[in-house]
Every structure is written in structure tokens, then in C-alpha cells.
């Protein structure tokens, strides 16, 4: 079956800027001569396709919204400053992804510090640098930011996370509803704002949400967003106090797996707009963040077959590159298991397809991207591509599992492509060892 026909595949090698060639290309370039000149595993990104992702986001979401970028996606640098050259802003969720963002070209001043179980020195640290606002996941958090801004002299912006008691449907992995580790039940909310606004060490600005990520929902979005909104003004008014900054989290889904759905993103855009509109004013900020959805579909997974074989009368096809340098693909965190989106690279339009089990060189069964699913007939020597393979790849991953060299990244810019993190070297495996 060709890839034109899955609908998400079609999409996928649409987004890559591929024609009608029987061969992968990324960003203009030939997928095998990329494998070849840089060796694989290899992970590819395309800026282009970055940079339109955020344009079609900022689009469809409006001028009133703040877009920011999840760094933990792809801590990446040269990512980072591809999306932060489109227009995206940052979020950060540890002291070594706001290190990160500064060196691709962020300020402080404009970064969010998300994220549980802050320590004592990345908020030490994220103040020194002078960061924008903290979304603040505890009372006890709140009373360390504003320690360490006593200590300092300084006056802390802070965000509070608001965890609702609604889950956000539509959701793969849900971290909010009922009892949970992020962020502040809504009946504490009132009594923690009360305390930020009396500290002056301190500086409410505002409120935070994030449910949930892999939404495929719009809907569901859109009505947690009001959720959201509707508690700010019920808190402004009882409270007396201003909440500025809205941040409404994010998720939207990206397909991964075959058979994913879609994520309606025109129509989580007119909700937007709409309860923006209803609920505006000149000092408000409302933000989006998102990671996945942003950064997934402009990268690619590269791994070669190295040998195939037949077992229990089932073909087994074994690739050098495995679960332990791209987890999310192999379905790590997932409950049910299934493909992810795999192409012949070099034979996109391949109609030979056979029923095959394709995994890496773990010595484990859960390094498996396949289970005895129909692909194009690879050959030893063949390469496999990985799609929407953008974001949760390397950093998401097990990779000192069995000590291979991690891949390499690289960056497709207007026909150029560059290495942007340097391939792992086996030695890598002694570093830090003491005999």
C-alpha cells in the first residue's frame, strides 16, 4: 500500500516538503544521502517545517496569544532557536532546559519555569538569571521561591497552577483531575493567592492550567480553557485581586501511531478567539504552550536494517537503531502498542509489502517498533525512516541501555543540512567511571 494512502503518512511527508519522488526528502534532501554522510541512527530536523508550525499555530490562535515552546519536547538548542526565530516563546521545566533556552537566543525575562519538584538551586539559579515567572505546583513551593527572593532581594513572579477537578478529555495522558502531583486544587487556590499578594517578596501574576497531552479533542480543550477562565474572574472578584497571565496549557494531539486521529486545530482556534474576546483586556496575557505538536512532525528517525530473518515461520527485520534512542516510537508509556509511522525511505511508493516484525538491537522484546505489522519488503542494507519523530526522541529515551553511541542530530536549513549534536562515541560508556 502506498504511504498517499494513510492519510496521516500522506500528511507527514506533505509537512517534509516531499513531491512525488520515490524517495524520502527532508527539507529538499535526499533522506539516504543524510544517512550516508552523517551514518545512522540519525535523528533529521527540518527548520522549515518548524518555522511553519508556528506560523500555522500563531494563525489559527490569533494575535492575542502568546505561543510558547516546551523545551522538554527537544532540549535541543538549534530547535529551540529555529522556533523561537518563528515566533515562539519558551517554557522551561528544569535549571539545564533554561540553560538551553538562553543559548538559543531567549531572554530570561519572557521564559516560564513549569514543572514539579523545583529544587532549592534551579530556583536559586532561575532568579539569579532573572526569569519571567515561575508556575508555582505547591504551597510549599511558593514559601521556597520566596525564600530564595528574600534572600536575594528580589520580588518573584509567580504563575499558580491551577489542577481542576474536571480531567481534559480527548486526552492520551492526563495529569490533572482528582488527586494529583501537578499543580493546586481549586478550593487552595484562593487562600495561596491571598498569601503571594500579602509577601513582598513575591508577585501574583496570574493563573496556569495543563491537563493533559496528546489531546485530539478541540472541543475538550476549548472547554477546560473556559473552566479556566471562568474560576479567574470568580477569584478576581471575590479576592480583589488582579490575575493578568493566562495560560491555558496545551497538548494538542500530533499522530504517532497508525490509526491516530487528527487534532482540529481551526476549531480550537475560533474557541479560542471567541473566549478571548468574551473575556480581554488590555493587561492581559494569554499563553498556549505546546511541545509535541510543534516540533514532531519536522523530524525524522533514520535507522538501517542490519539483518533480517525468519522465525516460527514470521519475518523478523532487526534495525540498528532501537528503543533505547527512540522510545515514543517503540511505544514507551503507552498502553496499547502499535506502529508508529514507518516509510521505506528510499522507496516511498513501494507496493511489495509483507507481514514483518521490525525492531532494534536491545536485548529486551520491548525493542520493537512493529509486531508483525504489513511494510514495504527491506533488505539488509535498507533504510527505515521514522516519522513525526520531532519531539520525545533522544532526551526521551533510555540511550545508555546497552552502551551504543547515541545518534546524531542534524538540522535541514533552506537546503543546507548541519550537525547540530555531535554522534555519541562507544567510549561514552566509561565516562564518569571510577575503577
Not at 159 to 188: C, K, T, Y
Request: contains cysteine.
Amino acid at each position: 500500500m502506498p504511504p498517499t494512502a494513510d492519510p496521516n503518512l500522506a500528511d507527514a511527508l506533505q509537512t517534509l516538503g516531499c513531491g512525488d519522488g520515490d524517495a524520502l526528502t527532508i527539507g529538499g534532501l535526499a533522506a539516504d544521502a543524510l544517512a550516508a554522510r552523517f551514518g545512522t541512527p540519525l535523528y533529521v530536523f527540518d527548520a522549515n517545517a518548524l518555522a511553519r508550525r508556528v506560523v500555522a499555530v500563531r494563525g489559527a490562535l490569533g494575535p492575542r496569544v502568546d505561543l510558547l515552546w516546551s523545551v522538554k519536547a527537544n532540549p535541543s538548542r538549534a530547535v529551540t532557536a529555529s522556533l523561537r526565530a518563528a515566533g515562539a516563546g519558551a517554557e522551561v521545566a528544569s535549571l539545564g532546559e533554561l540553560h538551553v533556552a538562553l543559548a538559543a537566543g531567549h531572554d530570561a525575562a519572557g521564559l516560564r519555569f513549569a514543572g514539579p519538584g523545583k529544587t532549592d538551586a534551579e530556583i536559586d539559579a532561575a532568579l539569579q538569571f532573572g526569569l519571567g515567572c515561575f508556575h508555582a505546583e505547591s504551597g510549599g513551593e511558593v514559601d521556597r521561591i520566596a525564600a530564595a527572593a528574600r534572600r536575594r532581594g528580589d520580588r518573584a513572579a509567580i504563575a499558580l497552577r491551577v489542577n481542576l477537578p474536571q480531567e481534559l478529555g480527548g486526552s492520551r495522558l492526563r495529569m490533572g483531575g482528582r488527586s494529583s502531583r501537578f499543580g493546586i486544587d481549586v478550593e487552595q487556590v484562593p487562600e495561596l493567592a491571598r498569601r503571594i499578594a500579602g509577601d513582598p517578596a513575591l508577585r501574583l501574576t496570574g493563573l496556569h492550567v495543563y491537563a493533559g497531552t496528546q489531546c485530539f479533542d478541540a472541543d475538550a480543550f476549548v472547554a477546560h480553557a473556559h473552566r479556566l477562565v471562568g474560576l479567574a474572574a470568580r477569584w478576581e472578584q471575590d479576592l480583589g485581586l488582579p490575575l493578568d497571565e493566562l495560560d491555558l496549557g496545551g497538548g494538542f494531539g500530533v499522530p504517532t501511531y497508525a490509526g491516530d486521529p487528527t487534532f482540529d486545530l481551526a476549531a480550537a482556534g475560533r474557541g479560542l478567539q471567541q473566549l478571548i474576546a468574551a473575556h480581554d483586556r488590555p493587561a492581559r496575557r494569554w499563553f498556549v504552550e505546546l511541545g509535541r505538536y510543534l516540533a514532531a512532525p519536522a523530524g525524522v528517525y533514520l535507522t538501517r536494517v542490519v539483518d533480517r530473518k525468519q522465525s516460527g515461520g514470521q519475518h523478523h527485520v532487526v534495525v540498528d537503531g532501537g528503543m533505547h534512542q527512540a522510545a515514543a516510537a517503540a511505544g514507551v508509556g503507552t498502553v496499547l502498542k502499535r506502529a508508529p509511522l514507518l516509510v521505506h525511505a528510499q522507496r516511498l511508493h513501494d507496493d511489495h509489502h509483507e507481514r514483518v516484525t521490525l525492531g532494534g538491537p536491545l536485548c529486551t522484546p520491548a525493542d520493537q517498533f512493529a509486531d508483525q505489522v504489513m511494510l514495504p519488503r527491506f533488505a539488509i542494507g535498507d533504510l527505515v525512516a521514522v516519522l513525526h519523530a520531532g519531539a520525545y526522541g533522544l532526551t526521551f529515551s533510555p540511550h545508555g541501555f546497552l552502551s551504543h553511541a547515541t545518534p546524531a542530530e542534524v538540522l535541514v536549513e533552506n537546503g543546507t543540512a548541519r550537525v547540530v549534536r555531535q554522534r555519541g562515541d562507544p567510549r561514552d560508556a566509561l565516562r564518569g567511571q571510577q575503577p
